[in-house]
């Protein structure tokens, strides 16, 4: 049953891959438990070891069943789940799709190695260097061609037109954006950034992170 499973994440201000899965679940209404683990602290490691087989989050888990990766977890929903379209309907759109959404899972380490995400944070307007505009430069190029040639059409459409997991794979490099920012870019990209950004998901997200601010998790 859905509402057997349990997706552990790391703390949500921090935990980038952790976002994707948890993003995919509850924007296309998968029931789970959440089992949150504090990162940076002397016990994560593990805590970490004693949830996920990799020592890494996200990890999801259904009795005997353990996937542990972010684009695992949303492969493994997308099958289990066919009538809810987590990729898009349309072969080619959905090759493309998960052409990025490869390309973001396996690349872009300017962008993650030196922003990292921090949810909460906004407005720092820390520049990156010439890696991160890199990085920016083909991320735009990347949204641009799938909401060209797959989207709505509408400013502020999602990236293939519905929310897909192509939308979550990129929701934590939105969230760096908003950090480090501002960064120009076209207008249909900035709607498409605020779309993400203001879903019910990425707030709820973001309210859980805020409260691990105010718990003083990351003083000092
Ligand atoms: N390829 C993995 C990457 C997972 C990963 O690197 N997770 C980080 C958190 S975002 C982690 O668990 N770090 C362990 C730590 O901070 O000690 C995925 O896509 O799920």
Redesign the pocket.
């Known amino acids: 049953m859905a509402e057997d499973f349990t997706l552990i994440i790391?703390s949500k201000n921090?935990?980038?891959?952790?976002?994707?899965?948890w993003l995919v679940m509850k924007a296309f209404d998968i029931p789970f438990r959440e089992v949150l683990?504090r990162?940076?602290q002397p016990e994560?490691?593990a805590a970490?070891k004693a949830h996920?087989p990799?020592?890494?989050?996200?990890?999801l888990r259904k009795g005997d069943l353990t996937i542990?990766?972010?684009?695992?977890?949303s492969e493994y929903l997308a099958e289990l789940y066919p009538e809810k379209q987590l990729w898009p309907e349309n072969s080619a759109a959905r090759a493309m799709a998960r052409s990025m959404c490869a390309e973001m899972?396996s690349g872009f380490s300017n962008i993650r190695d030196t922003w990292p995400?921090e949810f909460t944070r906004e407005g720092a307007n820390v520049w990156g260097g010439p890696g991160v505009r890199k990085d920016i430069g083909r991320l735009q190029f990347l949204w641009s061609e799938a909401l060209e040639h797959y989207g709505s059409g509408e400013d502020g459409s999602f990236l293939f037109g519905d929310f897909s997991i192509a939308d979550a794979m990129f929701a934590p490099v939105v969230s760096r954006l908003r950090t480090y920012g501002p960064v120009r870019v076209s207008t249909r990209i900035a709607a498409w950034l605020d779309t993400l950004w203001t879903h019910p998901a990425m707030q709820e997200w973001g309210e859980g992170a805020r409260r691990e601010v105010d718990a003083g998790w990351y003083k000092g």
């Open positions: 790391g921090l935990s980038s891959w952790s976002l994707r899965p683990i990162l940076d994560s490691r970490l996920s990799s020592g890494l989050v996200p990890c542990w990766d972010s684009l695992a977890i899972h995400m």
